[in-house]
């Protein structure tokens, strides 16, 4: 039987071309009619088929599912680790804490404002910020403006229901800094323009490129430690602040009010003189 397969096979492929040639009406509807009779076949076929390919479907949404969940395996066990490494620095921070005998200061009292106005006025850069009801004016006078980024300048005055807020780009503001890691002192003054200046840093060291600007506590007007901005070189090869706040959209301002004892950085006394107080001292036990 196997054997008589290929034979009839064969004449039958050749009676369908005979009949092909001879009739192409009759070909042209058996051909018509078998599609008709596959497509609805193809077409269960091809959705599942090309929901594969295109990730979408019960088959796409498994692969996905199961690439998603590799993802968040690895990003747990990350976590995990970053978690076990935060727990060790919060111990190591209690303990030095714990022997220095560290008591954390108090959070300082705040009001926040929206900005109502941009006017100059006495002060070319300021903005009045309209107070919540029940802010007493007296403790503002003085206050820290920040938005959330980093500092925007100091209330100057301060009525029933607004406060003014004297930016640190105004010409009148000088705000004692410090510069990246290491706590360099300098002063930032306002120019009026988008960038205030730095002056009066240590002789030979001057700020690096890119370091950053934070408040320093000398002279007790500001806390230390708040961000200010990054240092920039300009065209002139001047050091310059840019500011992290973003004083040309101000929209939401938050006012502090720091205690007025705020604590002073005892600044490090210079190699030359400590020698030079060794000396004496030596000098004066003889």
Request: glycine share 10%; proline share 9%.
């Amino acid at each position: 039987m196997s054997r008589l397969t290929f034979p009839v096979m064969l004449m039958l492929s050749f009676g369908v071309v005979l009949i092909g040639r001879a009739d192409q009406g009759l070909s042209a509807s058996l051909r018509t009619g078998l599609d008709d009779v596959l497509a609805p076949v193809y077409g269960a076929f091809s959705g599942p088929i090309q929901a594969a390919e295109s990730g979408t479907g019960a088959l796409g949404h498994l692969f996905m599912l199961n690439t998603e969940n590799e993802q968040l395996r690895a990003e747990n066990a990350k976590l995990l680790q970053w978690q076990a490494v935060a727990m060790a620095l919060e111990a190591q921070n209690d303990a030095l804490k714990a022997s220095l005998h560290y008591i954390p200061p108090a959070a300082p009292a705040f009001f926040t404002g929206d900005v109502v106005a941009d006017l100059g006025g006495v002060y070319d850069r300021s903005v009045l910020v309209e107070l919540p009801r029940g802010a007493s004016p007296a403790p503002l006078v003085g206050a820290v403006a920040m938005d959330g980024r980093g500092v925007v300048g100091r209330v100057v005055e301060a009525g029933s229901r607004s406060a003014r807020v004297l930016l640190i780009t105004d010409i009148n503001s000088r705000i004692p800094v410090a510069l990246g890691p290491g706590g360099a002192p300098a002063l930032m003054t306002g120019t009026n323009g988008p960038t205030p200046a730095l002056l009066y840093w240590a002789p030979g060291q001057p700020p690096a490129e890119g370091a950053m600007v934070l408040t320093s506590a000398v002279g007790g007007a500001f806390p230390p430690g708040l961000p200010v901005g990054v240092v920039h070189y300009n065209a002139q090869n001047n050091p310059v602040v840019l500011p992290l706040a973003d004083l040309d959209s101000l929209r939401l301002l938050r006012l502090f009010m720091y205690p007025d004892n705020l604590p002073v950085l005892t600044p490090v006394p210079h190699a030359r003189a400590v020698r030079h107080a060794a000396a004496m001292r030596r000098r004066r036990k003889k």
